[in-house]
Nanobody, 115 residues
Framework: EVQLVESGGGLVQPGGSLRLSCAAS????????MSWVRQAPGKEREVVAT????????NYADSVEGRFTISRDNAKNTVYLQMNSLKPEDTGVYYC????????WGKGTLVTVSA
């Protein structure tokens, strides 16, 4: 079965850090670009970070540049999102995504940044 399973979300104070993980199964993980996408309450989904399959190059939304780091471990079929200096506006559901015309989505993990 093709699936993505996120973990690592939770409640954190502003300025804190979280590390999200996404375990992939059912497809050749190392052959695909992977992304993290978030949806804040009342807002549309936003791609926050992407990592390529070929050379591991990364791209970030302006809103998280310099604070978030996406990485992958192809041996473990896992993609990560290290989130530092978290702000209340980072609150939302974070989805792991394999983009493209045969896109795959995880069910998401909730991140709440609040004092």
């Amino acid at each position: 079965e093709v699936q993505l399973v996120e973990s690592g979300g939770g409640l954190v104070q502003p300025g804190g850090s979280l590390r999200l993980s996404c375990a992939a199964s059912g497809f050749t993980f190392g052959s695909y670009t992977m992304s993290w996408v978030r949806q804040a309450p009342g807002k549309e989904r936003e791609v926050v970070a992407t990592i390529s399959s070929s050379d591991g190059s990364t791209n970030y939304a302006d809103s998280v540049e310099g604070r978030f780091t996406i990485s992958r471990d192809n041996a473990k079929n896992t993609v990560y999102l290290q989130m530092n200096s978290l702000k209340p506006e980072d609150t939302g559901v974070y989805y792991c995504n394999r983009p493209g015309w045969l896109a795959i989505w995880g069910k998401g993990t909730l991140v709440t940044v609040s004092a």
